[in-house]
């Protein structure tokens, strides 16, 4: 039996193509149902209190930094969306006196400009490297800081930014937030084209993508206008750099959290359930960490919110 269209943009796969039993037993989720699907290898946490969960966020980059050391550099690959946390890491450090010089930093993603062909500047007002030294890095005092070669954020060349994954650096952990449409970084599904016109590609297929400039699932660019644009959609880039499955799988582990403002209260059940009972399918990429032997999601309580119908 052919898969469904999508409901929204049926020349894409995502998650509205599912068979409807995982799309119903996802919905049907209570709250206190979420941290009950924990298993060996994938773990469900929920804060009751914002400062919380954005503490133990940033206390994630605090963590891999302090593992670090000149002869063993340890990093940690971190997103745009959640930015709470980064100050708190900035401030963190500085207050504690950390010495982070031999810490690395990996960006997860980064615009790219049809225009120029490139990546787009951190003088653009979306840039995601931008963000990440304006709310994080420029902040930490310059004696305890790492200098810019340990810091690492993706190009349209992706070749330099590939190879760092491989040059004796570990990568502790991979932090993500999630997109509407159950995405980590930009690992958006794929169009409905080609060799994929019937059928998403395999999950065997998809993990072998790595660092790549890719299109935008339409979803995709109208959520980033709705939380970095003001809903201006037509600001917001239609393709962009992303680190991709290859190198999730070099973290150690994976760790992904739900503020509430992000994904909707379906969307952070929906994952959370998928990974829970191993189904794998990559027009929701989210679903393919349940393969990965290391991954948390982490929930504000506050904002998990209901899967109910609410006339507004």
Known sequence: ??????????????????????????????????????????KVVLHDTLEDFYLAEALEYVDAWKQSTPDNPVGICGPIGPTEQLPLVARIVNALGLDVRSGHFWGMDEWFDVATGREVPVTHPLSFEKCDRDLCFDRIDRKLRMSDANLHFPKADVAAFRNTWDSGVRCAVMQGGQGDVKHWAFNDPLPRRGKHKDAPPSAAEYRKLATRVVDLHPLTIAQNARTSGGGNISMVPTKAITVGPVETWKADKVSIWHAGNHDNPFGQRLTAFMISQRLVDSAVPMSLLADHPNVEFHYYRGGIGTVAVEMH
């Open 1 to 42: 039996m052919p898969r469904k269209l999508s409901a929204i943009a049926p020349d894409w796969w995502d998650y509205t193509t599912l068979d409807s039993d995982i799309v119903d037993a996802a919905a049907k989720l209570a709250p206190e149902k979420l941290a009950k699907l924990s298993r060996p290898g994938f």
